[in-house]
């Protein structure tokens, strides 16, 4: 067994589907977290085999889409006037701020790189000891550990050129507040596996129990998704609210003990702003006060005015799930890929970008 | 931003003198590096999960094949449940 070609049979998600036709008797309003999970769904032509009568949305699982405006603004700031190499995710480069992009600062002569691993940004550190190194660490629960790993590396090593600037965001906290939302829609929720195989599944418990919520929380691959909307879709028809773990052979009840060890070491939890969405209390992450040399918020000091965003991107809409890509009046339009007017169009996981690239709804044609 | 991969390990080595386990990680024939940090008990030949650098979950094989089993055991559920009702009628 490899774990990812038997997720991806045919013969299996045949069967999961003719399972789902069998069961759905009533509509269904679902959404899956994750932006991973939207991509998968979207690019593996799942949506169009369901029954009608189940709605996917998708939500606000995608870190680079929720990052907020100021802090795209900082991190550019950072990169052009502060004279910092500043290190992200290659999602992240790409997406718009106020005025530029990380890529176009960097276009513009910006020491600005793309990395895989923060852990390489501390490499970069140690090799540059007469610059400042910062990293833009973005992300979920599941990226946390690796964020605050590169602190605690950069510590042990004595490397003060070494920060993070942190849009560190939780999956709890917006689960709840798409729930609370007038406007809510959803009726049950695939929770997201790798912040799961970090965090445990805990948390979700109240979640389900105090909303009355069906949560399964799922993987990623075509079978994996297939199976946690039918784990879903069985428990709405029965009428109950249970939390189930389709992604047991990663997700253990407990999480992983050693990463959230490493993640109370550094952060701690506050208020965030997420971008298109607004203000979710204790929602985030931020770098420890008694780490805060590696907090490069306070190690630059920066005060720049918080820019507003453009009027003509409904990305707030589309991560609440309110509306979906292709109702969007400047989809495939003026907002592409190439020329994103919101983060949603630009990352991997964003849902415009997932119905611009794989999906094929009719504004395209 | 959450893509984590599953891929193997081939070997491990130490850095910071010691202090870190680093293994290079087989994802189909591509190796790249990878911290074991979080997984101590993790060992050579072990199929692991890595996100940005750092592997966050030892895969169970044991529970990697129960989805294909779902499908059948609910089957075989809904089978005893129409059994049932019809043993009522």
Known sequence: MKFINEYRDASVVKEYISELHRITTRPWTIMEVCGGQTHSLVKNGIIGLLPDNITMVHGPGCPVCVTPLHLIDKAVYLAMERNVILCSYGDMIRVPGSKNSLLEAKANGADVRILYSPLEAVTLAKQNPDKEVVFFAVGFETTAPANALSVLHAKREGIKNYSILTSHVLVPPAIEAIVNDQTNIVQGFLAAGHVCTIMGIGDYYPLVEKNKLPIVITGFEPVDLLQGITMLIKQLENGEHKLENQYSRVVKPEGNPEAVKVIEQVFEITHRDWRGIGEIPYSGYEVRKELEAYNANVKFDIQLEKAEESPDCIAGEILRGIKKPNQCPQFGKRCTPLNPLGAPMVSSEGACAAYYHFSNVDVLV | ?89
Do not use: W
Not at chain 2, 7 to 34: C, L, P, W, Y
Not at chain 2, 38 to 65: C, N
């Open chain 2, 1 to 89: 931003m959450c893509l984590a991969i599953p891929g193997k390990i081939q070997s491990i080595d130490t850095i910071h003198n010691g202090m870190v386990r680093m293994a290079k990680v087989s994802f189909g024939g591509i190796i790249k590096e990878a911290s074991l940090e979080m997984l101590p008990a993790a060992d050579i030949g072990d199929y692991v999960l890595v996100h940005v650098g750092v592997a966050i979950s030892k895969i169970d094989e044991a529970e990697a094949a129960k989805t294909f089993e779902y499908l059948k055991e609910i089957g075989e559920i809904d089978e005893l449940i129409e059994h049932t009702q019809v043993d009522k009628n």
